[in-house]
């Protein structure tokens, strides 16, 4: 196995750094690598706080009596030049748990108030974003939204947030013909065949 002699710190930027990994390959031979993360400084990536935590969260939010609508910003991101579908997100922020953290972001995008729904602590975790560059970890919450009306939101200046509440015929529409996440267009395939229950995968306490 590899192993990693030295880290440098390349950037000194407040939501996101890039690092140098110089590194001893399996071979011998001497290697670099290069990371981003949410950490601030060395000290605090994965790599030597031995623990994995919830830098960001994410929710998948069901809204209105019947449940029948799922909760999707379309948002414009500069790293791709476009506008992409993904669910609400956001960071953590220090001292702040990843379910208030939810609750907050999805009022601060949407102007929605989530009530989170208790589930086996397995389907909360935290798990890694893009590990082949980065340790950020996001863990995701699932709740629900009584009312299906749209809200103002609550945007930084740097934001550009459209607020979608879409049903499953929209769903389809999205899956065939947009750009989105990843994580989203997985859990939006559950939404769109578990017509009885879209939680229906998850331990609900």
Not at 79 to 91: M, N, Q
Not at 112 to 138: A, F, I, N, Q, W
Not at 159 to 188: G, K, M, W
């Amino acid at each position: 196995m590899g192993e990693i002699k030295k880290i440098n710190k390349l950037t000194d930027k407040k939501f996101l750094n890039f690092y140098e990994l110089e590194t001893v390959r399996k071979t011998g031979r001497p290697g670099r690598y290069f990371m981003a993360s949410r950490a601030e400084n060395p000290e605090e990536l994965e790599i030597n706080r031995g623990e994995t935590r919830a830098d960001g969260v994410t929710m998948y939010v069901l809204c209105g009596p019947k449940r029948d609508k799922v909760l999707l910003i379309h948002q414009f991101r500069w790293a791709i030049g476009h506008w992409v579908y993904e669910f609400p997100a956001g960071l953590v922020e220090k001292g702040e748990s990843y379910r208030d953290a939810a609750v907050r972001e999805v009022w601060e995008e949407t102007g929605m108030k989530m009530t989170p729904l208790d589930v086996d602590s397995m389907y909360e975790r935290p798990y890694y974003m893009t590990d082949g560059l980065t340790d950020e970890c996001c863990a995701m919450v699932y709740g629900i939204c009584e009312d299906d009306a749209l809200k103002p939101q609550h945007l930084e200046e740097s934001e550009e947030i459209e607020v979608v509440l879409a049903d499953r015929d929209e769903v389809r529409r999205i899956l065939r013909e947009e750009r989105l996440s990843e994580n989203a267009a997985f859990q939006l395939m559950h939404f769109l065949h578990d017509v009885e229950d879209p939680f229906a995968f998850l331990d609900v306490k």
